[in-house]
């Protein structure tokens, strides 16, 4: 990141590569049970990104080691599909997808009442079917669909976003070219309702000044995936009481 | 978002659950101010706003707001009736599955037989279905079965159908009704357990039909035209309801 300063990321009229403006999310799709032998289950389209999560449980932790006497572990694994990306991925766990997995499970159990579940466990898999930059925040927004169609309890929905900087401006949402040859990523996971931040991690570099813009953009994209994630839980189920 | 402000999939609360609209939530979102309420399952209190913590169905009953979840796993209750499975066998005790997180202990001392050290495997083995009851539940989620009380004993024949926890109340219907209009119709015995399977028990013609109608509760049992649904499967019913 922060590299390649010769590559032009902003046309001349002010717009992204891809015609957004630099506060333009990619569009979003959510639809919630999407697998029916999972207990919760959801899949995210994020521009060109597609993450399937599934959720089973909660169930016995084995082995007992891990078990906690007082809340549920959230056992997370991220993986991406080897023909997700154009050059394929050797398939199997990796750096990456054990550090994703980790983070994801940590800024999960910060919204999912842990405490009600003792001694057990409940285990999330994120499958990305296709990636194209933000696969970590599109993975955590689809995880907490299929948590709520799972039925277990949370204090709040949390949404996966991404802001960055490309050429000296800061934007959202970065696609593939900008993830790749931008400045700076900065990726979060937010509490919609009550406005918390759960997981932050930042590569490159940003004054406060943009930090904060990067931030702000952050914010207004987690109450529209937000809204959209709503909607899918909701389309699930209306018709009636089910 | 107040009390009134009706959302998608508003319906109308049915009687006995006076007091407030159903209204479909999602964790996170606002149900309400307190204002003196009480906050039952399903929901926080926080920063006297009440929360839903789960996708559901608000409900008020007697001034206690909560919210019916959709989707649930079965957390065991002292004194559940269930259909329960052999898991494991030691010498002394079952290991079953409940069909919750956790399996539950029957120990021999609670089986309906007399059980020597180390022939517990003499009556009853892995795969074996019984009728039990939930004798105790702990903080940790240990939970003890008993075998031990009138009608409880291992299932022999019959077949087990699983069905989700929050539809039991639908598949049962107001003081057990619907049920025994599907025992009645089928010529078969019809036992619900608390965990979501259902033991259903009679010839292959009522079998089949009695599972029909449990797919068809478990579906259309909350909508208005399920009387007119369930009358129609009736009438090709084995007893056609005359039973």
């Known amino acids: ?14 717009l992204r590569l891809d015609g957004r403006k630099i506060d333009e999310m990619r569009p979003v799709a959510i639809e919630a049970g999407v697998l029916p032998a999972a207990d919760g289950s959801a899949m995210v389209t994020h521009g060109l990104n597609v993450a399937v999560a599934a959720v089973y449980g909660p169930m016995e932790a084995h082995p007992r080691k891990i078990q906690r006497q007082d809340r549920a572990v959230i056992d997370v694994r991220y993986n991406m599909a080897p023909f ?38 409940i285990r999330v898999e994120i499958e990305i079917l296709a990636a194209e930059a933000g696969t970590r925040c599109v993975g955590i927004t689809a995880a907490a669909v299929a948590l709520a169609d799972a039925g277990i309890p949370m204090r709040d929905l949390i949404v996966g976003v991404a802001s960055g900087k490309v050429e000296d401006t800061v934007v959202l949402d970065l696609d593939k070219a900008e993830d790749n040859y931008g400045q700076a990523d900065l990726p979060v996971g937010i509490l919609p309702n009550t406005g918390e931040i759960a997981f932050l991690q930042m590569d490159g570099d940003l004054s406060p000044d943009e930090f904060n813009l990067a931030m702000e953009y952050n914010f207004k994209a987690a109450a529209e995936i937000h809204e959209i994630m709503v909607d899918a839980l909701k389309r699930r189920y209306e018709g009636g009481e089910n | ?74 957390m065991p209750r002292s004194g559940d009736l269930i259909v329960a499975v052999v898991a494991e066998v030691r010498n002394n005790l079952w290991f079953m599955n409940i069909n919750g997180p956790f399996q539950g202990l029957l120990p021999m001392s609670l089986a309906p037989w007399k059980v020597e050290f180390g022939a517990a495997r003499q009556h009853m083995g892995i795969g074996d279905v019984v009728l039990a009851r939930v004798q105790e539940v702990d903080e940790c989620h240990n939970v003890v079965l008993t075998m031990k009380g009138v009608g409880l004993r291992r299932l022999n024949q019959g077949t087990v159908v699983n069905v989700p926890i929050n539809h039991i109340d639908r598949l049962r219907g107001e003081g057990n009704a619907t049920v025994q209009r599907l025992r009645d119709a089928s010529d078969t015995r ?54």
Do not use: C
């Open chain 2, 190 to 243: 019809i036992i619900i357990g608390e965990n979501g399977r259902v033991w259903i028990d009679g010839d292959a013609e009522g079998t089949a039909w009695a599972r029909k109608a449990v797919a068809l509760t478990e579906a259309s049992g909350h909508k208005t035209t399920f009387e007119a649904e369930l009358s129609a499967l009736e009438q090709n019913a084995p007893k056609k309801g005359d039973a």
């Open chain 2, 1 to 74: 978002m107040g009390w009134s402000v009706a959302q998608n999939g508003e319906k109308e609360m049915s009687n006995g659950q006076n007091g407030a609209e159903l209204r479909l939530v999602t964790p996170g979102m606002a149900i309400g101010p307190l204002a003196g309420k009480r906050v039952g399952s399903g929901a926080i209190a926080q920063n006297d706003t009440i929360i839903a913590t789960r996708l559901g169905w608000t409900k008020e009953f007697n001034n206690t707001v909560s919210v019916d979840p959709i989707n649930s796993a079965y």
């Open chain 1, 84 to 121: 997700s990306t154009s050059d394929r991925i050797r398939p199997g766990y990796n750096r990456r997808s054990r550090e994703i997995s980790k983070v994801t499970a940590e800024a999960l159990e910060s919204v999912v009442l842990v405490e009600r579940y003792p001694r057990s466990k």
């Open chain 1, 1 to 14: 990141m922060g590299g390649y300063g010769d590559v032009q990321l902003l046309r001349d009229d002010g």
